[in-house]
């Protein structure tokens, strides 16, 4: 590869940390050691790993749009796995506006995955990408059977941390407990590893339940203030939502609803419905002023994600005029879902049946009494 491409490559890639996408440290770590730039110094703060310090060339362009483009060139054109791997797990695309990119263009992931499925001889990072692609609906349907292979497949090629997503495809979380507890000590600085300890650990799986040894784990994220330059990362964000939970409960740590309420607020960045319901509910018991419209809100994201627990709550907001105004079409239609649901489905939020029955109070102190909708 050209020398200035695999420039603008690693410029792109991993030094714009605006861009929202997966792995971007695990895949800068992979760049290095493929083109021999050292990781002494690689740390996993808010700005990630900066390419500057550690290139061997006097000079990185910082052209986003020029990058882009050699991105796409190197992986179609050259087939350049590291750049497929950039490609692949982007979710976002950063200054790159979609006239000259198109966000949603899915032909383009599709064919980096063939090119993947193409190469005769996969390497494990081949096989992880694949996995990943598969794991995460990138280019391709979701199927979890050929993720579960192709991950296994990795782990036996020597990227040990595909095991852990195998294991979670098998629903093994002894399994997870046992390979993470081992891994921990060869990458202690993996915040993948260090959430799937941090989630065992909570919950109790394969081991017993020590939050002490959760916020231990996870404590890292509290100091990162700035969404704006956090890499974005699923794990990295869980991680953030079990520490959230600590500090609301006082698990591990003194209790303190506003780093809670914080956390929950960086976590629910990845989209998940028990982040925005926690963050709700969370602000609707701290002391500060009560946003009525802004807490509707977040529990409307959370019930439109089939959260039970936030359903239970935005029906309660339907009813009575909390934060919209009453909509009897949309209660009933969610009454009839949670009624559906209630006997299968977890009705009680990581916050505990307390939390969960909290009143609203809007930023007047009006209270809206939470009544038994179970």
């Given amino acids: ?9 690693l410029g792109l890639s991993i030094y714009n940390v605006r861009t929202e996408k997966e792995d971007i440290v695990w895949i800068a770590n992979e760049l290095c050691k493929k083109y021999g730039w050292s990781t002494d110094d690689m740390i996993y703060t808010r700005t990630g790993f900066d390419p500057v310090e550690h290139c061997p060339y006097s000079k990185v362009v910082r052209d986003e749009r020029k990058a882009w483009n050699y991105t796409v060139d ?3 054109g050259e087939k350049d796995v590291y750049a497929i ?12 506006d979609e006239t000259a990119f198109y966000v949603t263009n899915e ?15 996969k390497d494990a990072f081949v096989y ?28 036996e090629g020597g990227i040990e941390i595909a095991k852990l997503f195998a294991l979670e495809i098998e629903d093994d979380f002894e399994g997870i407990f046992k390979e ?18 941090a989630f065992c650990y909570y919950y109790g799986y394969g081991t017993e339940k020590n939050y002490e040894r959760v916020a231990e784990l996870v404590k890292y994220t509290k100091t990162i203030e700035n969404y704006n330059h956090d890499p974005i990362d699923y794990y990295f964000l869980s991680s953030r939502y079990l520490l959230g939970l600590c500090y609301f409960h006082g698990y591990g740590v003194e209790k303190n609803l506003s780093r809670a309420e914080l956390l929950f607020r960086f976590s629910a960045s990845a989209g ?27 529990l409307k994201k959370s019930a439109y994600g089939y959260y039970l627990p936030a359903i239970r709550k935005f029906m309660l907001c339907l009813r ?33 049946v307390e939390a969960d029955h909290c009143n609203l109070i809007d930023h007047k102190n009006n209270i809206i009494e939470d009544d038994e909708i179970d």
């Avoid at 590869?1 to 490559?9: A, G, L, P, R, T």
């Avoid at 915040?191 to 799937?196: L, N, P, Q, R, V």
């Avoid at 998940?272 to 701290?286: D, K, M, V």
């Fill in 85 to 96: 791997a950039t490609l692949l797990f982007f979710k976002k695309y950063g200054t790159i």
């Fill in 107 to 121: 032909s383009l992931l599709r064919d980096i995955v063939e090119i993947l499925e193409s190469i005769e001889e």
């Fill in 74 to 76: 190197a992986a179609l």
């Fill in 1 to 9: 590869m050209k020398e200035e491409i695999k420039n603008q490559i």
């Fill in 272 to 298: 998940t419905p028990e982040a925005y319901y926690c963050q709700a509910i969370t602000e609707l018991l701290s002391d500060d002023s009560k946003h009525t419209g802004y807490i509707y809100d977040l």
């Fill in 320 to 352: 009575k005029g909390y934060g919209t105004t009453p909509d009897k079409e949309q209660y009933v239609a969610f009454s009839d879902y949670y009624d559906h649901y209630k006997e299968t489905q977890k009705t009680t939020s990581d916050l505990g």
């Fill in 128 to 155: 992880f990408l694949i996995g990943k692609a598969n794991f995460t609906a990138r280019g391709v349907e979701y199927d979890f059977d050929k993720a579960h292979e192709c991950f296994h497949l990795a782990a």
């Fill in 180 to 197: 993470a507890s081992k891994l921990i000590e060869k990458y202690p600085d993996s915040h993948i590893i260090k959430f799937y300890l």
